[in-house]
């Protein structure tokens, strides 16, 4: 089944202490990248990748990092979480960057 | 630059009323347009998309067509269900800025009682 996998769903983490949030899809897409949504902002994206080792800011890059050493996956990285941080993530791949989106199913993420 | 205005939610109908949420955007060049819905506790699922003027999207009876004159990309149902129930997001694709980014609307939250 054509997916996109995240992990994990829901994570509950203290200011500071790093963490990654996983991302794999298994349909073979180039373009791939990271949302935050958040109430009354809706969906804003923070890093995309093009391809394998080609990665760029979005429009709300700070305080992440992500890398894309395989086709597979992409990984998001907080290295020093803050509250603001605190939201739901999705993960997204597409064919290329003007094709339709598939969405993985969220991670909650919540930093005190 | 880019962006997608959606009417505000939420909104609440009877089974078996019609629907129309509506979405315009801002956009140069040629943008593909997309309608996402969000079933609750989901992630977001593709529910028609339309890749140029006068396409027009259909998926389980919803309905939209890309109106360049007008940008704008409604979306229509005849007749709607308890089931589709959920949160609606318009979105544009196009190059330019963030090359890729998918640029959503705020959201309909849309509630059907029976």
């Known amino acids: 089944e054509a997916q996109v996998t995240q992990n994990p769903r829901y994570l509950i983490t203290v200011t500071g202490k790093k963490l990654t949030v996983t991302c794999s899809q298994n349909m073979n897409h180039e373009y791939m990248s990271w949302y935050r949504q958040d109430p009354g902002l809706g969906l804003r994206q923070i890093y995309y990748s093009m391809n394998v080792e080609v990665t760029d800011k979005g429009d709300v890059p700070e305080g992440y990092k992500v890398s894309r050493k395989e086709k597979r996956n992409f990984p998001l990285i907080l290295e020093s979480p803050s509250p603001n941080q605190t939201s739901l993530y999705f993960c997204a791949s597409s064919y290329t960057g003007d094709t339709e989106a598939f969405f993985g199913q969220g991670t909650r993420l919540t930093v005190v | ?114």
Not at chain 2, 19 to 36: K, R
């Open chain 2, 1 to 114: 630059g880019n962006s997608v205005t959606q009417m505000e939610g939420p909104v609440t109908l009877s089974e078996e009323a019609f629907l129309t949420i509506n979405c315009t955007y801002t956009a140069t060049g040629y943008p593909s347009l997309f309608w996402y819905v969000q079933y609750p506790g989901e992630g977001l699922q593709l529910l028609l998309k339309a890749t140029k003027a006068d396409d027009k999207g259909s998926n389980k009876g919803f309905e939209a067509t890309y109106r360049k004159e007008t940008t704008s990309f409604h979306l229509e149902k005849g007749s709607v269900q308890v089931s589709d129930s959920a949160v609606y997001f318009c979105a544009l694709r196009g190059y330019g800025g963030s090359q890729g980014n998918l640029i959503f609307g705020k959201g309909t939250k849309l509630s059907v009682k029976p």
